[in-house]
């Protein structure tokens, strides 16, 4: 049924108060087995798939990971984040953090969270739901654990009220959870912030025989039955004390639930907190980042202190001056983000155009080599003409190319360097970064926008093909960099990245001999032993599949010449230094990650190899 106005909504609500809840009498005495059940849980044999970033001991966090944080706010003493994925970083070390550490492996919602041998105390952990939240500040407000997958982890709560409790948005459904808030008074409505968290509510409906409640925008065909769908754009009142208030913007139909006595908000997917602060989780946005905006401004004069999110943390101020200094804050960061996406779409526009250049130009451009030794009027005037035909063609009409780049630095300024001025302070004092990459000159492969390297993190050496020279080979700015990065800045991990396509090594893979005056050559050359093991390994193969096969030979060619260097085979030896391999394919944007084994068994390239990933 479809309700088009606040006043049909209270009429609706008034009627449904005077039923009784209505529970089934299924039993929940029988204990299952496996994940799914509020059973004993069998715990796997040493799992293969146990991620190398756990430390060691019981509990652990396998490859499965969905990164939903679901662990990491529940219990981040013994989790948090480790290469887009959750990992155990010490292992439960009282019963306290067992017991918490089991409930985060029961709430995760791809059971990504095992232990090594059967948890004989995991039934205790099982008891605990539906968990207090606080029973000082927010009596009467539980966490029903147990995430569901289809929700990509998402928090549901329940409110206990005397005029009959709320379910907010749906956990995975389990029969023994179930009994236990049917023990708890039932469920008379379950709201349903969106359309993202819906998970088994057509399970707890009928367990139930209670009123959902979701706004007509985000009605989909799973949800098509719903019995009460919001219309409008309220609010709507639920009890006299618990309030609904449209906040579209993550979707269309978002909507929060205001408990008043509590001052709490439970806002779904609308707002949230993460460790760096106040968010709008702008990444997964389905409908619009500005009218989300707006939703959050419209919050700001609500008498709440608490935000009880589907994703992330829980937020507390301590009055209404802090919640207005936060939300404040969180709306202009994101709105001067909103003023420069013009600028963006024109930025495209421009790289776009690079890729436009008349084929006239391109001619002459080719030929500028051939004319270098003629009449340099003639060269001049050539080079004019190209310069004029690739300005009108691209820059609309004598526009200045120096225009955009000072809009991305006025941009840079504003949202980046004022928003960290004393991050950039302590960088014009010094520089600590963690990080030597040796990546290739090509336009293509910038190591800080694919990886996203900030300032201060990465001493970055650049040159074609992203070699290394022997140590024996004469000074080059490649080892001199080496030198002050290693035993100056003492960097802590070397990063060679290698890529798809590369020039570099098409030229070497190309070259029949060396010419004097031929500079990329007399560079390239320098990777010569691995277009020699290339031609030994694939010398059948078409051109270009052998240039893909010696672009990563080489990366490990050159890992294992900086072995050479005395000062960096000491550190690595030692421990304090780390080598590691990169593979950068721009083609289908995957990146191959794999880290140097010291003394272990080597492969191609004279080097072991461990930890190899693709991302």
Known sequence: MAFASSSAISSFLC??????????????????TGRRAFGSIRAAQVSPRRRSQNVEGDIFVDSTCIDCDTCRWMVPEVFTRVDNMSAVIKQPTCKEERLNALQAL???????????????????????????????????????????????????????????????????????????????????????????????????????????????????????????KLEGSGPW????????????????????????????????????????????????????????????????????NWVIPGHGRRAHFKDGEEKAKNLEALVQKHREKQLIIGYKDKVKDFEKTQLRIPSSFRKKAANLQMMASGKTPGLTQEAND??????????????????????????????KYMDNLEHYKNLADAQAPKFLVIACADSRVCPSAVLGFQPGEAFTVRNIA?????????????????????NTLEVENILVIGHSRCGGIQALMGMEEVDSRNFIHNWVVVGKKAKESTKAV???LHFDHQCQHCEKTSINHSLERLLGYPWIEEKVRKGSLSLHGGYYDFVNCTFEKWTVDYGGKKEDGGIAVKNRSVW
């Open 538 to 540: 694939a010398s059948n």
């Open 106 to 228: 029961l709430s995760c919602p791809t059971g990504s969270i095992r232990t090594e041998t059967p948890p004989t105390d995991i039934r205790e952990a099982q008891e605990t739901f539906p968990l207090t939240l606080d029973q000082d500040k927010l009596p009467g407000v539980f966490h029903c654990g147990f995430h569901s997958k289809k929700s990509f982890g998402a928090t549901s709560y329940l409110i206990l009220h005397h005029e009959g409790n709320i379910l907010v948005d749906s956990p995975r459904y389990i029969e023994k959870l179930a009994g236990k808030i049917e023990k708890m008074g039932g469920v008379r409505y379950m709201f349903l912030t969106h359309r993202d968290d819906v998970a088994d509510h057509k399970k707890w409906a009928e367990r139930f025989k209670c009123t959902r409640i979701l706004h007509s925008g985000d009605v989909q065909p799973s949800t098509s039955d719903v019995e009460l």
């Open 237 to 304: 009142k639920l009890y006299e004390d618990v309030e609904l208030i449209h906040t579209p913007g993550h979707t269309e139909g978002s909507v929060c639930l205001f408990h008043k006595p509590l001052k709490a908000l439970f806002t779904g997917d609308h707002l949230t907190k993460y460790e760096s602060g106040m968010s709008i989780i702008e990444k997964y946005n389905h409908c619009s980042v500005p009218l989300q905006l707006e939703s959050v401004e419209r919050l700001i004069n609500l008498d709440f």
């Open 386 to 415: 190209c310069t004029y035909e690739a300005t009108t063609d691209n820059f609309n009409n004598n526009t200045d190319v120096f225009d955009d780049i000072k809009q991305r630095f006025l941009a840079f300024k504003k949202l």
């Open 466 to 486: 992203n070699l290394v020279p022997p140590y024996e080979s004469g000074p080059t700015e490649t080892k001199a960099a080496l030198q002050f990065s290693v």
């Open 15 to 32: 009627h449904s108060r005077s039923k009784e809840p209505i529970f089934s009498s299924k039993s929940s005495s029988s204990v299952l």
